[in-house]
């Protein structure tokens, strides 16, 4: 991937040019285990909070980042820590619970680290204590979604644990009424459907991918009951770590990274799994296009290689597919004897927003750089997934270029090229924004809602959730609630409109 900007993507944005962008011992601060679990209504508050904002946010990520003063390698392989936090008349209410993952309640009770992390934590003992054991721990730690009654924390390579949406309890792992089996892969990042093509109805569709040699993706629609209502299963060359992908009213698209994997040092217990994987400049990425709904074939088109983490959207037209994607030039390496809080963000590469134009009766992609600053963790409007759509919202970097900690929320208009960027730099380092449609807004008015995004005040140390007016990021925020304490950096969330737990 190319990193040289376009000029005509440089659009105005809001910047604060004389404060210092970050700093990394503040940064480093967002990274401390949050050991306690809290109830309480949230009293610090700048600014007022929507009355017609009522819904619970659910937000997930690794709570853990030690076991009893242990550190874990890489925060990837932290415990899932669910936080909710639920709007009602002008009022908000924290409350946050670990995940009781069979693993979780395992080292607690040992405390110590009992099991490897696929990202490089390994039990105490050196490389004999950690050969040949081939344990998954199911940490539960990516992503927090209701559907279908049920509330679930998902992480891709296991089953999801199902909570109590009102008291975050741990109920067990779920099945879906017996679609997936002990251990199945279930994606952390299903798609939500607002209409599918069957019969109009919304679908949750995601995926799991068993892979080696070569790879079995399997894709699920679960209809509103939650039930399993299609589910195929295809298989394509090569291995592959995919940990997201786009859907389209008619298709599922995976970027397959050129990435190779050697199990070796793993089984050996020198390194996790995902330290084995590398990075393949030289070869293509492949993108997988399976049609939801036909038996037309597979398509599996090259393109530049690049690393993908995560799609923003991908639509239908003018006979072509698109699927905007946030691009790194190559796979951001955690180095096995490096320390990920002393990241040399200068040193990686950006992710950057990109578009793909497929065009599968030609058999042809085009791509092109949308947005050169460094950004990640895309959102939209839930009724445009899969749409033509004209407004993302994405974390990122105070300053125009080069690779940073994500310290704002960016809006992008894909139509006009216009950019607004509401900063919390210097203090603030920011997560994965989520939009709230307001409540009986024009439905023309794509950008009429909120955004919802969980920030870490450095200089408070404590975390705050802002919200946003995502018509207009050039004001200041809505509201600011100051939680009572951090919050570790997270990964996914999502909101309901229903409110629980209060
Ligand atoms: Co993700």
């Known amino acids: 991937m190319q990193t040289v900007p376009d000029q005509s993507t440089q659009a105005k944005v809001t910047t604060t040019p004389d404060a210092n962008p970050y700093n990394l011992q503040d940064w480093q601060k967002g990274y401390r285990s949050l ?61 946050n619970r670990f995940v009781r993952t069979e693993g979780f309640v395992a080292e607690q009770a040992a ?27 199911n940490i539960a730690n990516t992503n927090v979604v209701y559907w279908g009654d049920k509330l679930m924390a998902l992480w891709e390579a296991a089953e999801p644990h199902r909570l109590d949406p009102n008291m975050l309890d741990t109920l067990g792992l779920e099945y879906l009424n017996g679609t997936l089996q002990p251990g199945s892969a279930f994606s952390a990042h299903p798609r939500f459907d607002p209409a599918c093509a069957d019969d109009g109805s919304p679908r949750m569709v995601n995926f799991a991918i068993k892979t080696g040699l070569s790879s079995t993706i ?19 060359p090569g291995f592959a770590f995919v940990h997201d992908f786009v859907i389209t009213p008619n298709y599922c698209i995976f970027f397959q990274n050129p990435v190779t994997f050697n199990p070796l040092p793993f089984a050996v217990g020198l390194r996790g799994a995902g330290e084995c994987i590398t990075f393949r400049a030289d070869q293509p990425t492949q993108i997988i296009v399976i049609p939801r709904y036909t038996q037309e074939p597979v398509q599996i088109l090259p393109a530049e290689s690049g690393f993908v983490f995560h799609h923003a959207n991908a639509f239908e037209q003018d006979g072509n597919l698109y699927v905007d994607s946030i691009c790194y030039a190559k796979l951001p390496v955690v180095e096995p004897e490096a320390d990920y809080l002393k990241t040399k963000f200068d040193a990686l590469e950006p992710g950057q927003l990109w578009r793909f134009t497929i065009n599968l009766a030609a058999k042809t992609v085009q791509w092109h750089l949308v ?16 749409r033509p759509y004209r407004y993302l919202y994405i974390g990122a970097a105070h300053s125009p270029l080069g690779n ?99």
């Open 35 to 95: 050991k306690q679990e809290h109830d309480y209504w949230i009293d610090d508050i700048e600014g007022e909070i929507p009355t017609d904002l009522q819904g619970t946010l659910f937000r997930n990520g690794p709570g853990l980042l030690d076991v009893n003063g242990q550190r874990i390698h890489h925060p990837f392989d932290g415990d899932g820590m669910i936080s909710a936090i639920a709007f009602k008349d002008g009022r908000a209410h924290y409350r």
């Open 404 to 502: 940073a900690p994500l310290q704002g929320i960016l809006k992008l208009d894909l139509e006009t090229g216009n950019r607004q960027l509401w900063s919390a730099a210097p203090w603030g380092y920011a997560g994965e924004p989520v939009f709230v449609p307001r409540p009986n807004a024009d439905p023309h008015v794509e950008d009429d809602g909120w955004l919802l995004a969980l920030f870490f005040n450095a200089k408070l140390e404590r975390s705050e959730l802002v919200i946003l007016d995502a018509g207009n990021l050039n004001r200041e925020p809505i509201a600011r609630l100051r939680l009572k304490h951090h919050v570790p950096y997270g990964l996914h969330g999502s909101f309901t409109p229903t409110v629980f737990g209060i």
């Open 111 to 137: 405390q110590k680290i009992l099991y490897r992390g696929v990202f490089g934590t390994q039990k105490p003992g050196g490389w004999l204590a950690n050969a040949f054991d081939f344990r998954l721990k």
């Open 218 to 236: 399997t894709i699920y629609e679960l209809d509103l009951t939650g039930q399993v209502v299609r589910q195929h299963s295809h298989s394509v």
């Open 371 to 386: 947005e050169p600053r460094c950004c990640e963790f895309p959102t939209l409007h839930p009724q445009q997934v899969g």
